[in-house]
């Protein structure tokens, strides 16, 4: 879908995308094979060719800051394919007070492997682990995760897209929490985790920290994995739905989409 995208290029909105799409400008080739073809409206032909060049070269060398604020929070969705092998499924847990010292495990998934991350262990590797990928993808997380991380870790600048289920999911009809959508949708969790709530998660680490409870511990990251295991079947999930709701009627003019 990024590769059909031209909202991020200035002097074009919505409408004019749309009326691209509607003129047969399928994607960025189209568009710089026959510039000439398409009509930008108020945009200048030559800035977005250049704009266009310079998206597609970003694109081939993996420099995703050139797209992070022009899709920002509501577009960042459109990117998804395109650095699904660079991005990080993203959940914290705390420890019930406010502020970056309660963090108490970073959860990531990467859709091949799991780490977690622990306070008083390893919680201090997370600067260094978050700036190997490109995409962050979490639920809620503008909210709350990503602002409580910059307190935790100062300085922190996240310059990775984040796609933010929260926003992206309520735009195709979910609402509610994440386990309430993973429930409407099917998505399971294993039994002895399936009742447990952020509540729980904060009652587990005080049983760790206070009683040395290592099944507490234990009990705890496999609840952040599967917020965090869970958020990829979320992300396929709205992705394609925001995808269909986009293309809309000009969708068979465009790549199926099998496609992406």
Not at 65 to 79: D, I, K, N, S, V
Not at 165 to 191: F, H, M, T
Request: some cysteine; charged content about 30%.
């Amino acid at each position: 879908m990024l590769r059909q995208t031209f909202l991020h290029v200035p002097g074009i909105g919505r409408k004019m995308e749309r009326s691209l799409w509607e003129q047969g400008c399928d994607d960025w080739d189209c568009l710089l094979a026959h510039p000439e073809q398409y009509s930008f409206g108020t945009a200048a032909r030559n800035d977005v060719v250049r704009e266009i060049e310079r998206s597609r070269q970003c694109l081939e060398e993996g420099v995703h800051q050139h797209f992070r604020q022009p899709l920002g929070l509501g577009e960042a969705w459109r990117a998804f394919p395109e650095f699904r092998d660079r991005c990080v499924y993203l959940d914290i847990e705390t420890d019930g007070s406010k502020g970056g010292d309660s963090v108490t495990t970073i959860g990531m998934w990467d859709g091949r492997a799991f780490q977690c991350l622990i306070k008083g262990r390893d919680l201090e590797e997370f600067r260094d682990r978050i700036s190997h990928y490109s995409m962050i993808v979490t639920f809620f997380g503008a909210g709350f995760d990503l602002p409580v991380l910059e307190q935790r870790f100062p300085g922190l600048v996240f310059d990775q897209i984040h796609l933010d289920l929260c926003p992206a999911l309520r735009k195709i009809g979910y609402r509610g929490g994440l386990k309430n959508i993973e429930r409407v949708l099917g998505i399971p969790r294993a039994p002895e985790i399936e009742h447990l709530t952020g509540l729980d998660a904060v009652k587990l680490w005080r049983a760790h920290q206070w009683r040395g409870s290592e099944r507490a511990l234990e009990t705890l990251i496999a609840y952040n994995k599967a917020d965090v295991v869970n958020l990829e079947r979320l992300a396929e999930f709205a992705y394609a739905r925001l995808r269909r709701d986009t293309l809309g009627v000009v969708q068979r003019t465009l790549i199926p989409p099998s496609g992406d």
